[in-house]
């Protein structure tokens, strides 16, 4: 994928960019992390483990995400800059990218599996079917997205509102860091919520000091201090707004299986690859339609007040209304209350549960 070749006319270019990344991101990438994210389901049926593991999903994709941004330009300036410093540079995170791979499937167990006996194969169909009916299952899938959109829309967004409204975009890492350096906190204490709220209410929470916050940060538009500030707390309600979001998908899963008798653990599990690459994908389309449609000007020092209106769209009031859509729909989420004896039928019904698979 690092590899173009320099020789080759554009349109080669960009054929030979189309089908390595999407070989890399729409095929390779969710070809690991499909059966990965159905694993909360199949190590544990306890909820509050299942939260847990998903806690520990997102602390390691923040600081995955860390340890990148903050040594790839370095390093590859120290490589001599260029497309072969790129590819050595790419190789080495490839590398310790394998490592930690092969060091997570070795070292975790499926336990939570039906015995052999009650074990069956679901056509495809029928497992598509199981998670189109099942309620909470939607209901989660859409919560995922609008947490997600807004996370894209405020980190795509970030530089614009460094350069256009704080005037400088040397602000836009240390309001980035302020907002990742808090999501790593909010990350290390959401267990606590969720231990004494539920994945539900803990979600609630996160989502309306996003909301609560991005507005405040609207109405104190070009105010460095209060940027950071905002950033930090919006940091900490996103951490607890994402932190559950793993083990809300395997909730369900068990919901869809207690009652349509399909476990459909890797399709329903599957929805957090495939909602994550949409979120992207469209918040990104939607900046650069902003942008446009404003006549955002990189070269000016000052933006016309359209520009600033389009910017503030994008890094605080989409978040307000990604949060307070994401809140209706959690409004409707009652399974945190029934989970206990959903599980509890569930394990009867399969005649027994293999701890030891």
């Excluded at 520009?307 to 009031?317: G, H, K, M, P, S």
């Excluded at 990604?322 to 945190?336: E, G, N, P, R, T």
Aim: with cysteine; hydrophobic share 50%.
């Amino acid at each position: 994928m690092l590899s173009v070749p320099s020789g080759s006319t554009e349109i080669v270019k960009y054929i030979y960019v189309a089908i390595t990344y999407n070989l890399f991101n729409s095929i390779c990438l969710t070809a690991v992390y499909v059966p990965y994210n159905s694993m909360t389901v199949s190590m544990t049926s306890d909820p509050y483990e299942r939260g847990i593991l998903g806690i520990f999903v997102m602390f390691g994709a923040i600081i995955g995400t860390l340890a990148v941004q903050s040594t790839v330009d370095n390093t590859t300036k120290a490589l001599g800059g260029g497309p072969a410093a790129w590819r050595t540079a790419g190789i080495v995170y490839a590398l310790i990218g394998l490592a930690l791979h092969l060091f997570c499937f070795f070292c975790t167990k499926e336990r939570n599996i039906p015995v052999a006996s009650e074990q069956k194969k679901i056509p495809v169909r029928d497992e598509i079917r199981s998670v189109l009916t099942n309620k909470y299952w939607l209901i989660v899938v859409g919560t995922t997205f609008f947490t997600l959109f807004f996370t894209g829309m405020v980190g795509g967004s970030g530089m614009y509102y460094a350069k256009g409204i704080l005037g400088d975009t040397a602000h836009y890492a240390t309001m980035a860091n302020a907002l990742s350096i808090a999501q790593l906190i909010g990350m290390f204490l959401a267990f606590i919520p969720m231990k004494k709220l539920g994945k539900r209410n803990t979600m609630m929470l996160g989502l309306i000091i996003v909301g609560a916050i991005s507005a405040v940060q609207y109405l104190l538009c070009g105010n460095l201090i209060a940027a950071l500030v905002c950033n930090a707390l919006r940091g900490i309600g996103a951490a607890l707004a994402s932190a559950v979001l793993y083990g809300m998908v395997a909730d369900s899963i068990d919901y869809g299986e207690w009652k349509t008798g399909i476990s459909a653990a890797g399709i329903g599990s599957s929805a957090m690859t495939f909602v994550t690459k949409i979120a992207a994908g469209l918040s990104t389309v939607l900046i650069g339609f902003l942008m446009d449609s404003s006549a955002y000007d990189a070269t000016l020092s000052i933006q016309s007040d359209t520009a600033v209106r389009a910017i503030n769209l994008c890094y605080t009031l989409i978040p307000v209304i990604c949060a307070v859509i994401a809140l209706i729909l959690l409004s409707f989420y009652k399974l945190d209350q029934i989970l206990p004896q959903i599980q509890k039928e569930l394990n009867e019904r399969r005649g027994g549960v293999n701890h030891e698979a």
